[in-house]
């Protein structure tokens, strides 16, 4: 299947810092890119979707300008949170879709996860 | 609002046995059905997508699907301790965003 990058794996910060998340399609180009946050023993929680060229949409109740999300290329998004607070210690999960079409009826292919852990 | 709904579990099967898994959807205009493994602290691996009625066999792993009762299963033979994770089901109309369950957990005891 379609691969799909995330960097980093795990991250600890104080709080109060901001922390940058990469998401990067290797094979294949992404017009959009979702992010998701899941806390332990919970589903997964979409919070935006990102979308190449233009503003994201973010789901009701996400900050804006908390999560910071830019969709500069076809083959990367970033997720920035901002003065990270030990509540949003969560593990974040990038997916994109193949625009191309190529990976079939829609499937999305998720990033590895990151990890975060604000102190 | 459009819900996917899975029992949580865990569902417990012996080695060698096999699993099913179920799911319901709300949405009468969803077009495509997916199946996600997700193993503790790991992200979601997709395993089967189905898109029309019947049965979508591949390997140990079958997807069912009745568009009618809004349903879709997932069937795995065979079933190995290391099967043993999270199933998440996804269900999607057109190429909007997946709307996923909460998951059901799957112990497959040796």
């Known amino acids: 299947g379609a691969v799909v990058s995330q960097h980093p794996s795990r991250v600890i910060c104080k709080s109060g810092t901001s922390v940058k998340i990469e998401c990067r399609s290797l094979?294949?180009?992404?017009?959009?890119m979702f992010w998701y946050r899941q806390f332990p023993k919970q589903s997964l929680m979409l919070m935006a979707t990102?979308?190449?060229?233009?503003?994201?949409?973010?789901e009701q109740g996400v900050e804006k300008d908390k999560f910071l999300i830019n969709h500069a290329s076809l083959t990367l998004s970033t997720l920035t949170v901002t003065s990270a607070h030990p509540e949003d210690s969560s593990f974040y999960i990038c997916?994109?879709?193949?625009?191309?079409?190529?990976?079939?009826?829609?499937?999305?292919?998720f990033g590895e996860g990151s990890r975060l852990t604000v102190l | 609002q459009k819900e996917v709904e899975q029992n949580s579990g865990p569902l417990s099967v012996p080695e060698g046995a096999i699993a099913s898994l179920n799911c319901t959807y709300s949405?009468?205009?969803?077009?495509?059905f997916f199946w996600y493994r997700q193993y503790s602290g790991k992200s979601p691996e997709l395993i089967m997508s189905?898109?029309?009625?019947g049965d979508k066999e591949d390997g140990r792993f079958t997807a069912q699907l009745n568009k009618a009762s809004q349903y879709v299963s997932l069937l795995i033979r065979d079933s190995q301790p290391s099967d043993s994770a999270t199933y998440l089901c996804?269900?999607?109309?057109?190429?909007?965003?997946?709307?996923f369950g909460k998951g059901t957990m799957l112990l497959v005891s040796p």
């Open positions: 996804a269900v999607s109309s057109g190429y909007s965003t997946l709307t």
């Open positions: 997916s994109a879709r193949d625009s191309l079409g190529r990976a079939g009826g829609g499937e999305l292919f």
């Open positions: 094979d294949f180009q992404a017009t959009t």
């Open positions: 949405d009468r205009g969803s077009q495509s």
């Open positions: 189905i898109y029309s009625n």
């Open positions: 990102s979308n190449e060229g233009s503003k994201a949409t973010y």
